[in-house]
């Protein structure tokens, strides 16, 4: 014997009467109206992001990078990113943990004044938080780096150079525009000495080309000239010199 299934003309309701009723009565208890439609689809919120963003000065916080090698550059030290138990470390606790930043190549971004330099900068931080990576980080100009470690009140000297060595994405700002010395020079190799030796990502930027271009204004200073060959040595060996050229941005913003 067979049974035969036979459909209603009309689609019948998912929920009854009674308990749509129920449901309608517990709405209305909390000040809920069904009838609202739905809020549109927001993305989720980057928490690192949003972190970063409180730290990066107001004119940079909407800062993307758009240059080539700068987008690369922030790509291949994401992809280097490692979790904090990954491999042979820490293993008894799994591998759970946001990826973190620990090693990889540097950047000079140089070129003239307004040309985006630190923009691009800090649309490297910002990418890489937006990729979900743990990036600790610091950002300073050289002169600022420069009166902190001169301040007579507040932490320690070496306490203070410690943090800019050891942090593993630094920003520097500026380098070479301020007035030179002995003891800047020792600063700023110490700083890039020990950042070179363990290969922690730094961005720095500059007003002054590495090295003399032969048709260049010989009246225009390098950073030869303003850091010696000490430290330019050292600049050539941990970081790919980027040209970042164009128009002053600020003038344009008028």
């Known amino acids: 014997m067979t049974s035969t299934l036979v459909r209603s003309k009309d689609p019948q309701p998912a929920i009854g009467d009674r308990l749509r009723a ?3 009565a517990r709405l209305a208890e909390r000040g809920i109206d069904p009838t609202t439609p739905l809020p549109p689809n927001v993305p989720e919120p980057v928490p690192a992001l949003e972190a970063a963003q409180r730290r990066i000065p107001y004119d940079y916080r909407e800062a993307l990078a758009s240059h080539p090698e700068v987008v690369a550059w922030t ?10 138990y990954a491999g042979d470390r820490h293993a008894h606790y799994g591998t759970a943990g946001r990826r973190v930043i620990t090693r990889g190549p ?12 630190t923009f691009e900068a800090f649309g490297a931080i910002r990418s890489l938080t937006a990729a979900g990576c743990a990036v600790p980080w ?23 150079l ?5 942090i593993p994405v630094l920003l520097l700002d500026d380098l070479g525009a301020a007035k030179n010395s002995e003891w ?6 110490r700083l890039l000495n020990h950042r070179a030796q363990n290969r922690f990502p730094t961005l720095i930027t500059s007003n002054l080309a590495p090295v003399r271009n ?39 913003r008028r």
């Open 22 to 24: 129920r449901l309608e």
């Open 106 to 117: 540097s950047l000079l971004l140089w070129g003239p004044t307004g040309s985006g330099k």
């Open 214 to 252: 032969p048709e260049a204004d010989p009246r225009q200073p390098v950073l030869r000239d303003r850091l010696g060959d000490r430290l330019l040595s050292r600049l050539s060996g941990m970081c790919t010199a980027i040209e970042v050229a164009g128009p002053d941005r600020r003038f344009q």
């Open 75 to 84: 790509r291949t030290i994401a992809e280097a990113a490692t979790a904090p």
């Open 184 to 189: 800047t020079e020792e600063i700023t190799f």
């Open 138 to 160: 610091l950002a300073t100009t050289a002169a600022d780096l420069y009166g902190e470690l001169r301040s007579r009140t507040g932490p320690d000297p070496e306490e203070l």
């Open 162 to 166: 410690r943090r800019y060595t050891r």
